[in-house]
Every structure is written in C-alpha cells, then in structure tokens.
C-alpha cells in the first residue's frame, strides 16, 4: 500500500505567505483535486511534493514507494511549461524523454492522446492544444507512481479531455496516486478535494 | 550511461537544426583574427610575436558566445523541471551539457582555429603543439562556460554577466595555453597543467552548477 502524507506544509514565495498548514493523506488508487483561487498555491504545493521547492514547515513522506528514490524521481510533473523542443519531431521529442527517463513505450505514448498522425511533424508546427497533448503523452510514456497535474486540461478538446480522463482513470485503477490542480472539474470522482485558501 | 548518451544526442541534434553554435562562434573567432593585422599594421614580426596569444583569447571570446544558453532553453521551457526529477543525477546532467557544448562549439572552433594563424604569420611550427594545447583547453572552457550559464539560468540578457564570472577563471587556461603554444621546453609541462586544470573542473563545475541549478529551481 503506498500511501502519500504532507504534514504542516507552509510554503513563502517571495517573503508571503502562500499557505500554512497544509495536510492531506493519499493512498494508491485516489486522486487529489486541488483547488483554489489564482495565487492561492496550488502550483507551489504541486512544485513542493515534486521536490522542486522547499517548504518553510511540515514534511511530506511517501511510504511503499521505492526507498532508493526521491518522491520527485517516482512522480510526473506536469505543469505550464511543456518541455518540448521546436526543432524535433513529435517522435523525438518523445524519444528523448523515453530514453532519459530510463525507458518508455512510443506506441503506448502516441496512442494516449492519438498522436500517431502528427508523429513526423515538427513540434514548432504543432497548436497550443497538440503540444499541450504531447507534454502529457509523457505520462503514458514512463510509468511512474505519482502524477502532479498543473491544470492538465487548458487547451484540450473535448476529445483529448475524455482520453486525459481515461488515462488518470486507469493510472489510479492500476494503483497509482494522482494530485490534480484544476479549474475544470474533471469527469472523475476525486477522492478528496483540498481547496487552498483565498490569495492575498 | 545510456541515459545521459540520449540528453548529449538530442543536444547536438537540437545545434544542427537550430545552428548558431559553431558557425556563429567561428564566425566571430575569424572575423577577430582578420581585424587584428589591421589594426595592427604590417609589422610581420610583431604579428608573430603575439600570434599565439591573440589567437587564444579570440578562442576564449567565441566560446563565450554562446555560454549563456546551455542552460537557458531548457529552463525556459520547463525541461530541466523535468530532467531535475529524472533518475539521473542533475551533476551529470550538467557535465552532458556541457560536453554538448564542447561537441557543437568550443571543439570545432579549437580545430580550425590554429588554421587561421597564418592570418597573423603564426610561425608554421607552433601550429602543432597550438592545436593541441586548444583542443585540450577548450574543454576546459565549455565546462566553466556550463558554470556560468548555470548561474545566469534565470537571469534574461546574462550574456555579459556570464562573461564577467568565467573569463577571471579563464586566465589560467590562458596563460599556460600560451606558453604550450610556443614550440620550446616549456611545451609538456605547460600541457600537463591544462590537462589538469580540465580534470579538476570535470569534478568541480557538475557540483557546482547542479546547486546553481537547484537554487534556481526552488
């Protein structure tokens, strides 16, 4: 059983205070929804479990995960920026973070989000909405434990929505841990919803 | 290994679509070496007197140029976010970078460069140990160029304060850059501490531009 806890969490940017006191506990198999207004930190919380930031108090574990590795290196991060290289092809793009990632399954990549036809293209030529599906391919690209979405659905079709949503579905069926920050209310049954306070 | 194989492929890959690397850098390096003399006037003994030196400090300047995107793109656009959360440690992510840089930019300009020396009447038995002594110190100079760029990730027009940071540690590779390129005794000594000065910044500058990174990230 792997299990998610943040404890106490505060973080600051800047000198403000973004949140305090935040805690939650996740299991495998649930999804997280954030929620909150603009500024109220749902980017930094996401950033904070991935490891990328650093708390001001409290503590996040993971437990049953693999010991030998940071909680950032079992998770994806999804967030604005896409990481995604203009001059490659959709392929290559994919490749790259296959391979460096330690491995990854292009078929099973191109088939999430049904980008088998734009595999040759350029990723300079691609719309917002397409490199938006390319970033999030990764997801199905490398199997990880835990997903953190930063508002995973701008951009998307309604079509490329309903095969997010599958995707998260079967990720957390298959015993997987999710944090999502959105607006939208995805066409799931969130496990719990943490609404982050009010900006200042 | 494999891993940070596919981080160096895709990098070079990237410099030979986007160009800008060694072309701009070689472009740059020749256009120095053809405004000296003029500058200079015609004085073929003076010329080859100070061929050496000028020839290096070009070198150290064209590889500056394109320092400080290393890091930039990838920053910019939420790979490195990635890369910091990949198995691989961002030390050696740092040191793939940076032996990118070395392969698009500093080691092409370290091989044509002493062909430009007869520009400026480069005594035809220096060329030798002058290419060798580049080759070996521009690897040198593509690892503190990493450094640099590290530092200035988030900072937008950090061209110049990479610069700034990296030529004072550049000095050394100068000094004894040039005192390999003279055919003289002082050729194997003079070598021996460039390779050392390679070796310790191939341990030094992953450490410390992985905390830059990491400070930058946080």
Redesign the interface.
Known sequence: MVQLQADSLACQRGGRTVFTDVKFTLSSGQLLELRGPNGAGKSSLLRLI?????AVSGQITLTGGNGD?SI??Q???A???????A??TVA?NLK??G????GGDMAAALAAFDLKALADYPAALLSAGQKRRLSLA?LALVPRLLWLLDEPTVGLDANSLDRLTRLLRGHLSSGGLAVVATHAPLDLIADATLVLGTAR | M??IW??IR?DL??AT??GGGAGTAIGFFVTVIVLLPLGLGPDQALLQRIAPGALWIALLLSVLLSAERIFQ?DY????L????????PLELVVLAKAMAHWLTTSLPLAVVAPLFGFLINLDPQDILPLWLAMILGSIFLSLLAALGAAITVALRRGGLLVSLLILPFYVPCLIFGVAASRASELVQPSLLILTALVLASFVLVPVAAAAALRAY??
Request: aromatic letters at 8%; proline letters at 2%.
């Open positions: 991935a490891g990328l930031g650093e590795l950032g290196q998770a994806h991060y967030a604005h920026q896409e990481a995604i290289k001059p490659l290559e790259f973070w391979d460096f990632l330690g990764r | 494999k891993l596919a981080l895709r890959t990237l679509r986007q793109a910019e656009d939420g790979s976010d990635a890369m910091a959360l990949g198995v691989v990230l946080k």
